[in-house]
């Protein structure tokens, strides 16, 4: 039985793709704090919607998916109904391990990943890191819930904060420099629909090839880009204008943030 406590945007995600993977609903366990919500969870997936400590007492996976400032409170709840062989999975951005164990009061086995919102079409991206107490299995079981709805790999919690601010955070990143890409299109002429579908064609396409080939990036973009053609012409104003600087900084503060909300 797995439980999943707190479904907002990403606990749903999950949620919906342990159910596409071909996990029964029937042996999922849901909470939310609305009586609506509940009721929708229950019509949208066929899953049981308790308690928290319901939840925490029959579960053998419970997964913490509330928002950071929360986790305190909800840890605090289930403490009491969570024995040392449970698997506790949080996927709260900011959150140790160590946060988790400390509440616990048991050598309880936890593992910190950080997903994504792509998990929703089946292309995560989740990082994992184990906590004091657990082991190989317990990150492979982790790893089972989540290679159905995209890619795992295994990092040290040192690195999560990174990782949040780099894939966690990622596709707003993307979406938003289609939003831009779009409104380029529209100030040259281009119908929204058309450049929307261009730029998001064409993104997808780049995406894939970037995967699949195997080749570094900057090869990939030093084949499109001929010597006094358009393509350079762009990067030029790009770098003009310190876009690279500015992603720097940009996921250098997510990467902070993530530390803020892990220190309260």
């Known amino acids: 039985m797995i439980a999943i406590l707190g479904t907002g945007k990403m606990g749903e995600a999950l949620l919906s793709g342990l159910v596409r993977a071909?996990?029964?609903?029937?042996?999922?366990?849901?909470?939310?704090?609305?009586?609506?919500?509940?009721?929708?969870?229950?019509?949208?997936?066929?899953?049981?919607?308790?308690?928290?400590?319901?939840?925490?007492?029959?579960?053998?996976?419970?997964?913490?998916?509330?928002?950071?400032?929360?986790?305190?409170?909800?840890?605090?709840?289930?403490?009491?109904?969570?024995?040392?062989?449970?698997?506790?999975?949080?996927?709260?951005?900011?959150?140790?391990?160590?946060?988790?164990?400390?509440?616990?009061?048991?050598?309880?086995?936890?593992?910190?990943?950080?997903s994504n919102t792509p998990v929703l079409v089946d292309e995560a991206m989740s990082v994992i890191s184990p906590g004091a107490h657990a082991g190989e299995r317990h990150l492979e079981r982790t790893e089972a819930l989540l290679k159905p709805v995209g890619k795992v790999l295994?990092?040290?919690?040192?690195?999560?904060?990174?990782?949040?601010?780099?894939?966690?955070?990622?596709?707003?990143?993307?979406?938003?420099?289609?939003?831009?890409?779009?409104?380029?299109?529209?100030?040259?002429?281009?119908?929204?629909?058309?450049?929307?579908?261009?730029?998001?064609?064409?993104?997808?396409?780049?995406?894939?090839?970037l995967r699949d080939s195997g080749e570094h990036p900057v090869i990939l973009r030093e084949a499109v880009t001929s010597p006094g053609g358009t393509t350079i012409a762009a990067i030029a104003e790009l770098e003009r204008h310190k876009v690279r600087a500015a992603f720097l900084d940009a996921i250098e503060a997510a990467r902070d943030r993530s530390r803020q909300l892990a220190s309260g």
């Open 154 to 209: 295994r990092i040290p919690e040192s690195q999560q904060d990174a990782a949040t601010a780099l894939s966690g955070s990622g596709p707003a990143y993307f979406f938003y420099l289609v939003e831009a890409m779009v409104d380029a299109g529209i100030l040259l002429g281009m119908p929204r629909a058309a450049a929307l579908d261009m730029v998001t064609q064409s993104i997808v396409g780049a995406a894939i090839m």
């Open 22 to 114: 071909g996990l029964p609903p029937n042996e999922i366990m849901a909470t939310a704090r609305r009586e609506d919500r509940a009721a929708a969870l229950r019509e949208s997936y066929g899953v049981r919607v308790v308690s928290n400590a319901e939840a925490a007492k029959a579960a053998e996976t419970i997964i913490l998916a509330v928002k950071p400032q929360d986790m305190g409170t909800l840890l605090a709840e289930i403490a009491p109904y969570v024995p040392a062989d449970r698997l506790v999975i949080t996927v709260a951005a900011g959150i140790t391990t160590a946060f988790v164990e400390s509440r616990l009061g048991e050598a309880v086995p936890v593992v910190r990943v950080m």
